[in-house]
């Protein structure tokens, strides 16, 4: 296959497991982060020290990337577990404006650890593994089966239920401080794995690439593919990162291309690509059982109206 | 003679505002009792005390015989009591029957990892979840509109599914925050043989506000009313109707 476009899907599948983590938080959840690229970070940096050869002048544990990964995810579960005892009793906004000092707080730590390069960045030595793109990709299959299976269960109907009206969910019996925490660290592990992938990928981080920018990309492909929707997240992933590239092209009003197209697609569908609805035969059964009985609801009220009238 | 919620001495405090003031009263086991009193009384106050949505200043609650002051919400609805709200609190953008199967969440014991794997023990609990929410559809009469977003309901539906939901837990209490608020009197009347129903069938004691003053005569044995926090008065139907001081403060004045 084309390196160029190699490149790309396995840009889109590093993404599409921080997104798919981040879908579960925002779009099920109803919880905002914008700190995530920090969870992201943790993983880089700690999947990094796991797999770089000992000989490198940074030396790691010259560990399998298959630790790497674990290891990646599990450090950025147990931070984020840290980050939640503090922040999750915060209301709504707060929340997302606590979790966006902690994406930078991240940032700024790692721009001051010289042993991992600070700000200069850590070249990781490796070159690009062409064959990882099937690690990505089991890697996006277990996380799109492991958060398809959660939001099926009454686990994460409780979420759900959460995002939808908090007061009722804890008078229906739902802890929802657990089912939150649980939600964010699912995410914060996803984004964890994606940091070892990304770093993988680019053979060399520094913490510039995980900055506000980066959360902010992730929110976005959430939002563009729809809140509470798998497939969403998954089409927001591959066609939001292959776009930027797409429009290359047009030099540096690239992202003003892509900010106008995010835009254009949030006006005309401000609910995203696929807000609450799911690509898979089950999904459609229901999207076209919900809109049965809309209409059927719509004829009961006009017969009625037609009926009083008389 | 102790009831299946004894509340003592309950107090809530907004700033200097004394919203509840050192209400007691007590709630039989399986009777239908009414909760009333005018405009900014502290009726919906107290279902907020009971249910641990808003933490006690002073005094106690008790239900079924432990003391369950100040616990978390979901702890308290985890004891048997549950309840629906004064501005109706759907899972808005849900369909009736997921509204009903979230609620059900409580009858399923299947972990997180049970779930992720879909072992054998979630595949069976949740098919009895799903039975059971087909079930409360069906006796509740909601199964034709089983696929309807909830924020497209009717109104008056909308109070009912709230009322399943509830009852998708299998409460011991069932707290109502006036249910009959926006219906017509077909729909009022609709609803009181409901919750009449649904006491026997489900054996629940229920406590239940309400401004529609008949409805609260026929249907509660024993009433509570509440003025400006304080309790004012407690008895049948009958003796509140009688006592001079609820008909000047309330049933008098301004009331319906
Ligand atoms: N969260 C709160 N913060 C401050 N004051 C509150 C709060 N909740 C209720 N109050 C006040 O407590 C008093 C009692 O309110 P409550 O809602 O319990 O009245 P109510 O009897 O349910 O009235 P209504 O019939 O209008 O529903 C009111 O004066 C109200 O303004
Ligand atoms: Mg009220």
């Known amino acids: 296959m084309d390196s160029y476009i190699l490149g790309i899907l396995m840009l889109a599948g590093i993404n599409l497991v921080a997104v798919l983590g981040l879908s579960l938080l925002t779009g099920f959840t109803g919880l905002f982060s914008f700190g995530h690229a920090g969870f992201m970070a943790i993983g880089a940096y700690v999947g990094a020290f796991l797999t770089v050869s000992p000989a490198r002048d940074v030396p790691g544990l010259g560990l399998p990337l298959v630790v790497g990964i674990l290891g990646g995810g599990a450090a950025a579960g147990i931070v984020s577990w840290l980050v939640g005892r503090i922040t999750l009793n915060l209301k709504g906004d707060y929340f997302c404006i606590a979790t966006l000092g902690f994406g930078e707080a991240i940032r700024l730590v790692f721009n001051n650890v010289q042993r991992f390069g600070g700000s200069r960045g850590w070249p990781l030595g490796a070159t690009r593994n062409p064959q990882d793109i099937w690690v990505i990709l089991l890697v996006d299959v277990v996380a799109i089966l492991l958060v398809a299976n959660l939001v099926r269960s009454r686990h994460g109907r409780n979420m759900i239920a959460i995002r939808e009206e908090e007061l009722a969910a804890q008078v229906t019996g739902i802890n929802v401080f657990r089912y939150k925490m649980v939600s964010l660290v699912t995410s914060a592990v996803l984004a964890g794995v994606a940091g070892v992938l990304l770093g993988d990928y680019l053979t060399f981080i520094n913490p510039k690439i995980f900055n506000l920018t980066k959360s902010t990309e992730l929110i976005i492909i959430v939002i563009f593919g729809g809140l509470g929707s798998i497939s969403g997240s998954v089409l927001g992933a591959l066609l939001l990162t292959a776009l930027p590239e797409v429009l290359r092209f047009f030099e540096i009003w690239r992202l003003v291309f892509y900010g106008a197209a995010v835009i254009l697609i949030m006006i005309s569908r401000p609910q995203g690509l696929l807000g609450g609805m799911e690509l898979t035969p089950a999904g459609i059964r229901k999207i076209l059982a919900e809109r049965r009985a809309r209409q059927a609801l719509r004829a009961e009220a006009a017969r009625e109206a037609e009926g009083g009238s008389r | ?256």
């Open chain 2, 1 to 256: 003679m102790s009831g299946i919620l004894e509340v003592k001495g309950l107090t809530k405090r907004f700033g200097g505002l004394a919203a509840v003031d050192n209400v007691s009263f007590s709630v039989r086991e399986g009777g239908i009792s009414g909760l009333i009193g005018p405009n900014g009384a502290g009726k919906t106050t107290i279902f907020n005390l009971i249910t641990g949505v808003y933490k006690v200043t002073e005094g106690s609650v008790s239900f079924s015989g432990s003391e369950i002051t100040n616990m978390e919400p979901f702890r308290i609805a985890d004891r048997g009591i549950t309840r629906t709200f004064q501005n109706i609190r759907l899972f808005k953008n849900l369909t009736v029957y997921e509204n009903v199967l979230t609620a059900c969440h409580m009858s399923a014991k299947y972990s997180i990892p049970e779930a992720l794997l879909r072992l054998p023990r979630y595949l069976r609990e949740e098919k009895a979840l799903r039975a059971k929410a087909e079930d409360l559809l069906s006796i509740m009469g909601l199964t034709e509109r089983r696929d309807v977003q909830a924020n497209n309901l009717p109104y008056g539906l909308q109070r009912r599914l709230e009322i399943v939901r509830a009852l998708a837990l299998d409460p011991k209490l069932l707290l109502l925050d006036e249910p009959a608020a926006g219906m017509n009197p077909d729909e009022t009347e609709q609803l009181m043989r409901l919750i009449s129903e649904i006491r026997t069938r489900f054996k629940l004691t229920v406590l239940v506000i309400e401004h529609h003053m008949d409805l609260v005569m026929r249907l509660c044995e024993s009433i509570v009313v509440l003025n400006f926090g304080q309790k004012l008065a407690e008895g049948t139907a009958d003796e509140i109707r009688g006592d001079p001081r609820v008909v000047e403060a309330y049933l008098g004045s301004g009331g319906n």
